[in-house]
């Protein structure tokens, strides 16, 4: 494994996307899932990654101005 793909345990990435763009990302994840089960692979960490996208809180109006 290359060292600058290793990612620290505490870092955390945050990216702020709207109601479209998260449900292509599930989408995504979801057909992703599907494959791996039918190649019977293991899916779990998707189907836990699927639930942290989806439980996400959703940045407010006030937030997305102060930051840019």
């Given amino acids: 494994m290359r060292k ?6 505490d870092e955390i990435i945050e990216i702020q996307v ?3 763009e998260r449900r292509i990302i599930v989408r995504a994840l ?4 599907d494959k791996q089960r ?3 692979k293991n899916y779990d960490f998707l189907d836990s990654l699927i639930v942290k996208v989806c439980d996400a ?3 407010s109006i006030k937030d997305h ?3 840019c």
């Fill in 4 to 9: 600058w793909f290793k990612k620290n345990d």
């Fill in 18 to 20: 709207d109601d479209t």
């Fill in 30 to 33: 979801a057909d992703l899932r």
């Fill in 38 to 40: 039918l190649a019977h």
């Fill in 57 to 59: 809180d959703h940045p």
């Fill in 65 to 67: 101005y102060e930051r």
